[in-house]
T-cell receptor, first 114, second 112 residues
Framework: GAVVSQHPSWVICKSGTSVKIECRSL??????MFWYRQFPKQSLMLMAT?????????EQGVEKDKFLINHASLTLSTLTVTSAHPEDSSFYIC??????????FGPGTRLTVL | AQSVTQLDSQVPVFEEAPVELRCNYS??????LFWYVQYPNQGLQLLLK??????LVKGINGFEAEFNKSQTSFHLRKPSVHISDTAEYFC??????????FGTGTSLTVIP
């Protein structure tokens, strides 16, 4: 099946700094990528939908100026958490859509903000 | 809008016993249905999916699920669980590959 990677898998940063997370589709081209956030013991919450070459569509309640999404190519989308604070600590998961049927999920990135 | 309900947040079961994880959904349109498994500190792995056709879907690791349109359910089953099946299981619904809506998850614990 299609493979999606994320980098880094785990990042620890100081409060106030910015962190970039990469999501790559390794063996297919993804016109659409999705970013999710997962709190401990909870389900995935969709943050935004990213289409290659255009601005991301953010879900209600997600600050677009804080969570910057760039989808510059058909195989790469990035999520930048700007001025991170401890409450931004979470597990961030991306997915990429191939065709019209399903999404393939990355392994996730655990962000810890001190 | 779609929504997914997983009624059981935690399911303990003895090794080699059968298990059923329940999933109900609501939607005004036809949807695709999925079950994912998540091991600690890992991403989601697809177990199985229903897109169309036969309502009984077989997936990996011996899991299967049955789509019941009249009851709007997509319950996951396995006739005999192993210790390695201990994980979090998520049911998801999608309107033809677009936005995914996830249930709150069911934590399956297999007891030796």
């Amino acid at each position: 099946g299609a493979v999606v990677s994320q980098h880094p898998s785990w990042v620890i940063c100081k409060s106030g700094t910015s962190v970039k997370i990469e999501c790559r589709s390794l063996d297919f081209q993804a016109t659409t990528m999705f970013w999710y956030r997962q709190f401990p013991k909870q389900s995935l919450m969709l943050m935004a939908t990213s289409n290659e070459g255009s601005k991301a569509t953010y879900e209600q309640g997600v600050e677009k100026d804080k969570f910057l999404i760039n989808h510059a190519s058909l195989t790469l989308s990035t999520l930048t958490v700007t001025s991170a604070h401890p409450e931004d600590s979470s597990f961030y998961i991306c997915s990429a859509r191939e065709g019209i049927d399903e999404q393939f999920f990355g392994p996730g990135t655990r962000l810890t903000v001190l | 809008a779609q929504s997914v309900t997983q009624l059981d947040s935690q399911v303990p079961v003895f090794e080699e016993a059968p298990v059923e994880l329940r999933c109900n959904y609501s939607s005004s349109v036809s949807v695709y249905l999925f079950w994912y498994v998540q091991y600690p500190n890992q991403g989601l792995q697809l177990l199985l999916k229903y897109l169309s056709g036969s309502t009984l879907v077989k997936g990996i690791n011996g899991f299967e699920a049955e789509f019941n349109k009249s009851q709007t359910s997509f319950h996951l089953r396995k006739p005999s669980v192993h210790i390695s099946d201990t994980a979090e299981y998520f049911c998801a619904v999608s309107e033809h590959g677009n936005q995914f809506y996830f249930g709150t998850g069911t934590s399956l614990t297999v007891i030796p």
